[in-house]
């Protein structure tokens, strides 16, 4: 089936920092990929949505400057946290659409930040 | 609104069936699905149902839809131990893009 491959796995980074997150189709091609992020316990949230080649669609209450959202080419979306501070310590999944369109979607393993 | 729930725990023994309930509230619902999430792991999709079908089955997976009363439910069948994690309920809504709202998230505790 469809592969969503994400990198870094996980990350711990200093306050102020910034870190990208890669979400990258594997064998097929997703025209847009979707970014959630997940506190303990919690179920995931819809951050923005990423299209290729035009601005992320981005959810009430999530800042875009702060969230950085690039689709640069059909495998690859890229989240860019900007000057990380420990509240932005979440679980960033990344999922897409299969080449069937909408019956299945795919989500990437996730990526574990921490910010100290 | 848009907005989907779950109850947020469930127990049984292992080898009896599983029922996990979901609602949701919006009706332009096009898919829904059952995910699975293990400690620390990335979401494992289980199963999926069309808005249009009342049933689906799947090896020990069984998701019944009720359009009307906006309910879906997952059934395990011989439940096991490996099947203790986090369920999550899915809709996906048709909006003028693609969106999908989650509940949050049913815990399975699976006693031997």
């Known amino acids: 089936g469809a592969v969503v491959s994400q990198h870094p796995s996980w990350v711990i980074c200093k306050s102020g920092t910034s870190v990208k997150i890669e979400c990258r189709s594997l064998?097929?091609?997703?025209?847009?990929m979707f970014w959630y992020r997940q506190f303990p316990k919690q179920s995931l949230m819809l951050m923005a949505t990423?299209?290729?080649?035009?601005?992320?669609?981005?959810e009430q209450g999530v800042e875009k400057d702060k969230f950085l959202i690039n689709h640069a080419s059909l495998t690859l979306s890229t989240l860019t946290v900007t000057s990380a501070h420990p509240e932005d310590s979440s679980f960033y999944i990344c999922s897409a659409f299969g080449p069937q369109s909408v019956d299945t979607q795919y989500f990437g393993p996730g990526t574990r930040l921490t910010v100290l | 609104g848009e907005d989907v729930e779950q109850s947020l725990f469930l127990s049984v023994r292992e080898g009896d069936s599983s029922v996990i309930n979901c609602t949701y509230t919006d009706s332009s619902s096009t898919y829904l699905y059952w995910y699975k999430q293990e400690p620390g792991a990335g979401l494992q999709l289980l199963t999926y149902?069309?808005?249009?079908?009342d049933m689906k089955q799947d090896q020990r997976l069984t998701v019944l839809l009720n359009k009307k009363d906006k309910h879906l439910s997952l059934r395990i069948a011989d439940t096991q131990t490996g099947d203790s994690a986090i369920y999550f309920c899915a809709e996906t809504l048709n909006t003028g893009g693609f969106k999908t709202i989650f509940g949050a998230g049913t815990r399975l505790f699976v006693k031997a």
């Open positions: 990423s299209n290729e080649g035009s601005k992320a669609t981005y």
């Open positions: 064998d097929f091609q997703a025209t847009t």
């Open positions: 149902i069309f808005s249009n079908m």
